[in-house]
Nanobody
C-alpha cells in the first residue's frame, strides 16, 4: 500500500516555474516507477512524465519535453516535477502516481489527490 500527497501547486504567470512534490508513505514506493499526470477542466487525464524506480529511465509527453524534469529521492520517499517556462495550457490538477510505469494511467495503482496549477497569460 502506498499513500501519495502532492504539494507545490499555485497560480503563476506564463513563463514562470514551479516545483511539485509528491510525498509517499509505504514501503514499496522506491521499488516502482512513478508518474505525473494532469487534468484540465472538461478534459481527459493526460500523461505528463514518468520515471523508473532507479531514475535511469525518464519519459515525457511531447508537450512538456525540454521544459519539465521529473526526479525522485527514494531515500526520502519523494518524487518531484520541476516545471519551467509554464504556459496557460499547462493549467490543470497535477497528480502523482505509483505503479508499473509508462504513459497509461491504467498502469498506476496508487494516486494522490492532486495539486492545482494555474498559469495566467
Amino acid at each position: 500500500q502506498v499513500q501519495l500527497v502532492e504539494s507545490g501547486g499555485g497560480l503563476v504567470q506564463a513563463g514562470a516555474s514551479l516545483r511539485l512534490s509528491c510525498t509517499a508513505s509505504g514501503r514499496t514506493f522506491s521499488s516502482y516507477p512513478m508518474g505525473w499526470f494532469r487534468q484540465a477542466p472538461g478534459k481527459e487525464r493526460e500523461f505528463v512524465a514518468a520515471i523508473s524506480w532507479n531514475e535511469i529511465t525518464k519519459v515525457y509527453a511531447d508537450s512538456v519535453k525540454g521544459r519539465f524534469n521529473i526526479s525522485r529521492d527514494n531515500a526520502k520517499n519523494m518524487g518531484y516535477l520541476q516545471m519551467n517556462s509554464l504556459q496557460p495550457e499547462d493549467t490543470g490538477v497535477y497528480s502523482c502516481a505509483s505503479g508499473t510505469g509508462g504513459n497509461d494511467p491504467r498502469a498506476y495503482s496508487y494516486w494522490g489527490q492532486g495539486t492545482q496549477v494555474t498559469v495566467s497569460s
